[in-house]
């Protein structure tokens, strides 16, 4: 069973950061991405970040683009989205989510390309 468990949000004031971490397991996919959405209530998901597994292409929104670095530690299973300079505007729930049949990075993740989603965590930018 693919299981996605996310962490490390909470409440930081604008400027600030914060470090998530998306620990997957479960699979043995050989070519799949893992993008990292956010949604803030009566919005529709962005696809904010995302790094292929297949081909190590990493995108970024240009909302978040300079600002949010996704990284990955193979060895702990994890991916990381470290978000610097955090806005008011970035508040939402952020989920990790995993594809194995997009697994490329060239183009915005779409929410409906992916299979697997962690319960996601809120992250809450304000003074």
């Known amino acids: 069973e693919v299981q996605l468990v996310e962490s490390g949000g909470g409440l930081v004031q604008p400027g600030g950061s914060l470090r998530l971490s998306c620990v997957h397991s479960?699979?043995?996919?050989?070519?799949?991405?893992i993008s990292w959405f956010r949604q803030a209530p009566g919005k529709e998901p962005e696809g904010v970040s995302c790094?292929?597994?297949?081909?190590?292409?990493?995108y970024y929104a240009n909302s978040v683009k300079g600002r949010f670095t996704i990284s990955s530690d193979n060895a702990k299973n994890t991916v990381y989205l470290q978000m610097n300079n955090l806005k008011p505007q970035d508040t939402a729930v952020y989920s990790c989510?995993?594809?194995?049949?997009?697994?490329?990075?060239?183009?915005?993740?779409?929410?409906?390309?992916?299979?697997?989603w962690g319960q996601g965590t809120q992250v809450t930018v304000s003074s």
């Open positions: 989510a995993l594809s194995s049949s997009h697994s490329l990075c060239w183009s915005p993740p779409l929410s409906n390309h992916y299979a697997y």
């Open positions: 479960g699979f043995t996919f050989d070519d799949y991405a």
């Open positions: 790094i292929s597994f297949s081909d190590d292409t990493i």
